[in-house]
Every structure is written in C-alpha cells, then in structure tokens.
C-alpha cells in the first residue's frame, strides 16, 4: 500500500490483522481475551473503525506468530498511517470516510433518489441545498463544504474516477434553488455525460417497485470494495453481507433505469421544463 489515507489505511490494516488471526486459529473472542482487548476494541480494529498504535499491533503480531521482518514492518507502517490526518481534515466533511474512501476509489457507483449527487452539484445548487437541509449552517461552513465538494470534483474532471450514477428523476424535478438554479444544474450533467468516465442513467418517475428506497454509493478501490447507504440516520458503512445486497441491487437498478440515449433525452426535457418556469 502506497497511499498515506489513513481511513483506507485502517481498512487495509484491520483486514490484514483480521487474516493473519484466522491464520493462527483463533476466534475473535479467543484473541481478544488473551491480548486482553475488549470485544468491541478488536472488532473495531479489524472492522477499520479505529486507528491502532505501534504496541498493539506488536503484541497483535506477537500472539499470531507473525515473525517475519517484513510483514512487521508493513503492519507498524500501516499503524502510522492509521493516526494521521487526511487532507480533507480542514474542511470538516460531513462523512471523514466517505470522503477519504472516494478519494482512493477508481470507480464509484451511486444511486440518488432525491437530489443531485455531491460530486455532479454546481455550486449554486450545493448552497441551495445546504439552505434547505442546513439551516443552522453558517455562510462560512457552507462555503467550506462546497470547497471541499470542489476539491472532490477535480478526479472526476480529470477522468481519474470512473462513476456510474443513477438518478431518479425525482431528483431532476425538485426545485432545489428554483428553476434558474435546476436549470443551471441540468446543463451541467448534459454536459458530464459527454465525458468517457461518467455513465448516467434515470429511473423515471412512474417506474414501479424499485429494488432501493435509499441512496447509496459502491466505492471501488484498487483491493477492495465498500459501500455507503443513505438512510434516515444518515449515511454510514455497511459491512460485506450486507453490502453484497447493495451491490446487487444497482445491477437491478441499471435494468430498471432507462438506457443513457433515453436518459438523456429525460434529462432535456426536464432542462426545457425548468427554463419555461424561469421565464
């Protein structure tokens, strides 16, 4: 591993040291009450929830037989790396991982079924947005993070991240902004699908039983996958069982959504639809 992300760092980690115990035989309750962890401080480490310090990956390598030199060296490194700040740190996002895993990530898969996602947002929809789901925000954390949505935004641009996005048109109709701004928005995503990295389809509004009533985001790294759900509480983490459901559902999805030709034609005509009320 080369990259300094220290929330890709933990992930890594967690799994490595999750391996190397199943590899000396023992359960994640035999582990812990010999290393003398809780329950949840070990299950936090291999699930890459925490960071973790030198000592306790030592005595962790100790227990599970890990003697040589190298792979040492690889977990203390790993270690390290699991306590720094990433770039994204002063910027306050509103999800650390998500924003850290992403930017790690080859290819992201999304479904939005209510608004834009953060990474196809103009700016002038991102604070029409924040003003309607932030209310209590001030001008100057908004204006932090559609910074940080900007910073974001520049793999995509640059054709360093691959995206699959599926929008439900509900999200292409809600006024966020009025129809100046939504206006505004769908010409910029007339404009992204032009890009090679970026496929868009939408599911239109009279689709009936869609396999997925909530957001969420399939982030492809170079050794792993990881999915973000968007739900009532927020977005946050699945672990794999469930997330191998998720990652089913986009396929679904995908059947369900319009072809990107017709998708694209729903997209001008909510555009035309837009700029008839903003006359």
Not at 29 to 35: F, G, H, M, S, W
Not at 57 to 67: C, F, G, H, K, N
Not at 142 to 167: H, K, S, Y
């Amino acid at each position: 591993m080369t990259t300094s992300n220290p929330h890709v760092q933990r992930l890594y980690l967690g799994k490595r040291l999750g391996a190397l115990r199943a590899a000396a035989g023992l359960t994640l309750d035999q582990a812990r009450l010999i290393l003398e962890f809780s329950m949840s401080k070990l299950s936090r480490i291999e699930g890459g929830k925490v960071g973790v310090s030198r000592a306790d990956v030592e005595i962790m390598a100790s227990l599970y037989r890990v003697d040589d030199p190298e792979t040492i060296q690889e977990l203390l490194s790993l270690a390290k790396a699991t306590r720094e700040r990433g770039w994204w740190a002063g910027y306050n996002p509103l999800n650390p991982p998500y924003v850290a895993f992403e930017s790690e990530a080859h290819e992201v898969r999304q479904y939005a079924p209510m608004a834009m996602p953060s990474l196809l947002q103009t700016e002038d929809y991102s604070r029409a947005l924040f003003r309607a789901t932030r209310p209590d925000w001030s001008p100057t954390e908004v204006d932090r993070q559609i910074a940080l949505r900007t910073m974001r935004r520049c793999r995509l641009e640059l054709g360093q991240l691959r995206a699959w996005i599926i929008l439900h048109e509900a999200a292409l109709r809600t006024p966020y902004g009025g129809p100046g701004i939504m206006a505004a928005q769908l010409e910029w995503l007339l404009e992204l699908v032009t890009y090679p990295n970026i496929n868009m389809q939408v599911c239109e509004m009279e689709t009936p039983n869609l396999p997925q009533a909530y957001g969420f985001t399939i982030i492809r790294l170079p050794e792993l996958t990881t999915v973000c759900s968007e739900g009532v509480a927020g977005e946050v983490f699945l672990d794999e069982a469930v997330a191998s459901g998720i990652i089913e559902s986009f396929d679904k999805l995908m059947a369900y959504a319009l072809s990107e030709t017709s998708s694209v034609n729903l997209m001008r005509e909510r555009l035309n639809e837009h700029l008839e009320k903003k006359r």
